[in-house]
């Protein structure tokens, strides 16, 4: 970098500015490098990054990134085939020790933001700052709550060396100000401070000279001050991305540092602010949604990290959040404003990606395109499958079976020309799969005139099944594990470690009556299957105490399973179990974690973990069976399959 000229290029370590001044690609093929890594890849769609990704076509790309989520909503996964091959999320980092634990405090803010201009995705800078420094007792009552609540929540001010982010030069100055006449010594910078300014203040914090440096647009990423161990949000921060970078600002591991204390001052916001995001990205992955960890304490915190809202706080965020997603007017605001907001075109998937939602999250209410009829963003529609479709949708959001998605956006548009009696064994399980997920019963005959009426008026309904095709793509596309067939001795649609409704896999099995299946276990004769159905997390309310079985991974390949509590060693069932393979059935294990889907309150999908073979027993009625699986449990599936151990 600089002036420094290295002796040889074949393997270069240096900054975007340098490559740019030293126009590196008049010395070099586009081939020239077999690996290139670039560092803060979210700024790749800036334009002194264009030059070396438009030019250079290596064998290997490798961007690293702490926050894949740009502020401008783009999506830099086009550069690597929509693909993450690795990540590591805050949570999980913290687990690992690789950052140090925080203790959040959200904080009552008395300063009301609901009616606050909003464009472009955010509330007015101007008026924000206005509010926190010209405002006279409005600004000095919020300034002296932010001490007052240091003071509180802060258990020794003598050790602090904090942050402070705030919206405006104005609003730092002011709060350091502020700071300063309360007796906590204090500074402010900004993006116009020059390096010897920011070297001489990182020097004042470590050195315990001063408590705080008040910040606006700097210390967002880039900036390393291990030593901060309070963090200070003054102003709603609207890009998930921002939050992440501030905070991360003040979870580096440093010696003698426990936790990192956050405050942030959360009042009455705007209905198009966005809370949700930002606890979910807090917690480890969970089942559970943000609403339900508010209301029972955050019990999904990673280890060594606590989060507490006052009453208030958490009162104000709860009626957000079911004004926003929480009910089909909060969705249809949404969709109203998303392109003013995002600068994106409103699809399906720019509006999923861009508010980071599961699809579910809009079907337990509507469908999208009424949302966005509802929002006056298209124009109205009457189709005939509307009421069954909107049903469906919910059930059809899960599907993550390549294959089948496949034959689904190749069969679905042609609808009205296909030949049923030319399709395939394994394409006609397929329709069927897909056709009691849409009517809920099965197809007796592809012939019979209410099945073609169903599937046609499927293709006379344009604006739902254009939908319909758009999910199935938003779906295919999220899809980051490798599927794979499954030998059961007939053509089979079922693929390993893909999700399914009871319902699906039963048709697929060629079982056409899925409805009567109410136990945890089905033999099917005529194909020689066993096929177990286990609920890991099994709540009282759901099962008796005869069925409460004992059920988990012992490890990635052996699985724990307890029988029906009727199951006698010396039975039928008994004997068919220890000695399936000398009479030629199969083992087939279906799992989920629990009875319910956490979105929609329906009845929760299985996950495929594939042919399992018989290694031991213990005990009868019931019987505990070790079953060893043909292909190992992932490890995206381990964490929840053994985390219910019981000793």
Same mark, same amino acid.
């Given at each position: 970098?600089?002036?420094?000229?290295?002796?040889?290029?074949?393997?270069?370590?240096?900054?975007?500015?340098?490559?740019?001044?030293? =126009?590196?690609?008049?010395?070099?093929?586009?081939?020239?490098?077999?690996?290139?890594?670039?560092?803060? &890849?979210?700024?790749?769609?800036?334009?002194?990054?264009?030059?070396?990704?438009?030019?250079?076509?290596?064998?290997?790309?490798?961007? %690293?990134?702490?926050?894949?989520?740009?502020?401008?909503?783009?999506?830099?996964?086009?550069?690597?085939?929509?693909?993450?091959?690795?990540?590591?999320?805050?949570?999980?980092?913290?687990?690992?020790?690789?950052?140090?634990?925080?203790?959040?405090?959200?904080?009552?803010?008395?300063?009301?933001?609901?009616?606050?201009?909003?464009?472009?995705?955010?509330?007015?800078?101007?008026?924000?700052?206005?509010?926190?420094?010209?405002?006279?007792?409005?600004?000095?009552?919020?300034?002296?709550?932010?001490?007052?609540? %240091?003071?509180?929540?802060?258990?020794? #001010?003598?050790?602090?060396?904090?942050?402070?982010?705030?919206?405006?030069?104005?609003?730092?100055?002011?709060?350091?100000?502020?700071?300063?006449?309360?007796?906590?010594?204090?500074?402010?910078?900004?993006?116009?401070?020059?390096?010897?300014?920011?070297?001489?203040?990182?020097?004042?914090?470590?050195?315990?000279?001063?408590?705080?440096?008040?910040?606006?647009?700097?210390?967002?990423?880039?900036?390393?001050?291990?030593?901060?161990?309070?963090?200070?949000?003054?102003?709603?921060?609207?890009?998930?991305?921002?939050?992440?970078?501030?905070?991360?600002?003040?979870?580096?591991?440093?010696?003698?540092?426990?936790?990192?204390?956050?405050?942030?001052?959360?009042?009455?916001?705007?209905?198009?602010?966005?809370?949700?995001?930002?606890?979910?990205?807090?917690?480890? =992955?969970?089942?559970?949604?943000?609403?339900?960890?508010?209301?029972?304490?955050?019990?999904?915190?990673?280890?060594?990290?606590?989060?507490?809202?006052?009453?208030?706080?958490?009162?104000?965020?709860?009626?957000?959040?079911?004004?926003?997603?929480?009910?089909?007017?909060?969705?249809?605001?949404?969709?109203?404003?998303?392109?003013?907001?995002?600068?994106?075109?409103?699809?399906?998937?720019?509006?999923?990606?861009?508010?980071?939602?599961?699809?579910?999250?809009?079907?337990?209410?509507?469908?999208?395109?009424?949302?966005?009829?509802?929002? =006056?963003?298209?124009?109205?529609?009457?189709?005939?499958?509307?009421?069954?479709?909107?049903?469906?949708?919910?059930?059809?959001?899960?599907?993550?079976?390549?294959?089948?998605?496949?034959?689904?956006? *190749?069969?679905?548009?042609?609808? *009205? *020309?296909?030949?049923?009696?030319?399709?395939?064994?394994?394409?006609?399980?397929?329709?069927?799969?897909?056709?009691?997920?849409?009517?809920?019963?099965?197809?007796?005959?592809?012939?019979?005139?209410?099945?073609?009426?169903?599937?046609?008026?499927?293709?006379?309904?344009?604006?739902?099944?254009?939908?319909?095709?758009?999910? %199935?793509?938003?779906?295919?596309?999220?899809?980051? &594990?490798?599927?794979?067939?499954?030998?059961?001795?007939?053509?089979?649609?079922?693929?390993?470690?893909?999700?399914?409704?009871?319902?699906?896999? %039963?048709?697929?099995?060629?079982?056409?009556?899925?409805?009567?299946?109410?136990?945890?276990?089905?033999?099917?004769?005529?194909?020689?299957?066993?096929?177990?159905?286990?609920?890991?997390?099994?709540?009282?309310?759901?099962?008796?105490?005869?069925?409460?079985?004992?059920?988990?991974?012992?490890?990635?390949?052996?699985?724990?399973?307890?029988?029906?509590?009727?199951?006698?060693?010396?039975?039928?069932?008994?004997?068919?179990?220890?000695?399936?393979?000398?009479?030629?059935?199969?083992?087939?294990?279906?799992?989920?974690?629990?009875?319910?889907?956490?979105?929609?309150?329906?009845?929760?999908?299985?996950?495929?973990?594939?042919?399992?073979?018989?290694?031991?027993?213990?005990?009868?009625?019931? #019987? =505990?069976?070790?079953?060893?699986?043909?292909?190992?449990?992932?490890?995206?599936?381990?964490?929840?399959?053994?985390?219910?151990?019981?000793?």
């Amino acid at each position: 970098m600089g002036s420094y000229r290295p002796e040889s290029i074949d393997h270069l370590f240096m900054s975007i500015q340098t490559f740019n001044a030293q =126009n590196f690609i008049a010395k070099t093929s586009s081939d020239f490098y077999d690996y290139i890594v670039v560092d803060e &890849f979210h700024h790749a769609a800036a334009p002194t990054y264009q030059t070396l990704l438009d030019y250079y076509q290596p064998c290997i790309l490798l961007g %690293l990134t702490a926050t894949p989520e740009r502020m401008d909503g783009k999506s830099i996964l086009p550069y690597f085939n929509y693909r993450i091959a690795a990540e590591i999320r805050l949570p999980e980092a913290i687990d690992q020790k690789l950052l140090c634990p925080f203790q959040y405090f959200g904080v009552t803010d008395a300063v009301d933001l609901s009616t606050l201009k909003w464009n472009a995705g955010g509330y007015d800078k101007g008026e924000l700052s206005n509010l926190y420094t010209l405002s006279g007792a409005v600004a000095n009552r919020r300034a002296e709550l932010v001490v007052s609540s %240091l003071l509180k929540y802060v258990t020794d #001010m003598d050790t602090v060396k904090g942050l402070g982010f705030c919206v405006s030069i104005e609003h730092a100055e002011f709060m350091s100000r502020y700071f300063n006449e309360r007796g906590i010594p204090s500074m402010y910078l900004t993006g116009k401070s020059s390096d010897e300014e920011r070297k001489a203040a990182k020097g004042r914090l470590v050195g315990g000279e001063i408590c705080f440096i008040f910040v606006v647009d700097i210390y967002n990423e880039g900036v390393d001050i291990p030593e901060v161990n309070t963090v200070l949000f003054l102003r709603p921060t609207e890009s998930l991305t921002i939050f992440l970078q501030q905070l991360g600002r003040g979870l580096r591991m440093a010696e003698g540092k426990e936790c990192l204390t956050v405050l942030d001052f959360i009042g009455q916001a705007n209905k198009r602010y966005n809370f949700e995001d930002k606890f979910a990205a807090l917690l480890n =992955n969970t089942t559970r949604s943000v609403t339900r960890e508010i209301k029972e304490g955050f019990v999904s915190t990673p280890k060594g990290c606590y989060i507490q809202l006052e009453k208030k706080t958490a009162k104000y965020i709860l009626e957000n959040i079911r004004a926003s997603y929480g009910n089909t007017a909060g969705l249809v605001s949404r969709v109203a404003s998303f392109e003013e907001d995002s600068g994106l075109e409103l699809t399906l998937t720019n509006f999923l990606d861009y508010y980071h939602l599961d699809p579910r999250a809009i079907y337990k209410f509507s469908t999208f395109s009424r949302i966005c009829a509802r929002g =006056n963003v298209v124009g109205d529609f009457q189709e005939p499958l509307e009421d069954t479709l909107t049903k469906a949708f919910g059930r059809l959001a899960i599907i993550d079976s390549r294959r089948w998605i496949r034959f689904l956006l *190749d069969l679905l548009p042609r609808l *009205d *020309d296909v030949d049923f009696a030319a399709l395939s064994q394994v394409e006609l399980r397929m329709l069927q799969m897909f056709y009691v997920t849409v009517w809920g019963q099965v197809a007796e005959s592809w012939s019979s005139d209410k099945v073609l009426d169903n599937l046609y008026a499927l293709s006379d309904s344009p604006v739902l099944l254009g939908e319909l095709v758009d999910l %199935l793509r938003y779906r295919y596309d999220q899809i980051d &594990f490798i599927d794979e067939p499954v030998d059961l001795g007939f053509e089979c649609p079922l693929d390993l470690h893909c999700t399914y409704t009871r319902d699906q896999l %039963l048709v697929a099995l060629d079982f056409m009556k899925p409805g009567t299946v109410r136990e945890g276990v089905k033999w099917l004769p005529e194909k020689q299957l066993d096929v177990l159905f286990v609920t890991l997390n099994k709540a009282d309310k759901d099962y008796s105490p005869t069925t409460m079985y004992n059920d988990y991974s012992i490890n990635e390949s052996l699985f724990h399973w307890q029988s029906q509590s009727t199951t006698a060693v010396d039975s039928p069932t008994g004997q068919r179990y220890i000695h399936h393979r000398e009479r030629g059935s199969r083992v087939l294990l279906f799992v989920r974690e629990f009875k319910a889907d956490r979105i929609t309150g329906g009845a929760a999908v299985y996950t495929f973990l594939g042919i399992a073979n018989y290694v031991k027993h213990e005990g009868s009625r019931p #019987m =505990n069976i070790t079953w060893k699986l043909d292909r190992p449990i992932p490890a995206k599936f381990l964490k929840k399959t053994n985390k219910v151990v019981v000793g």
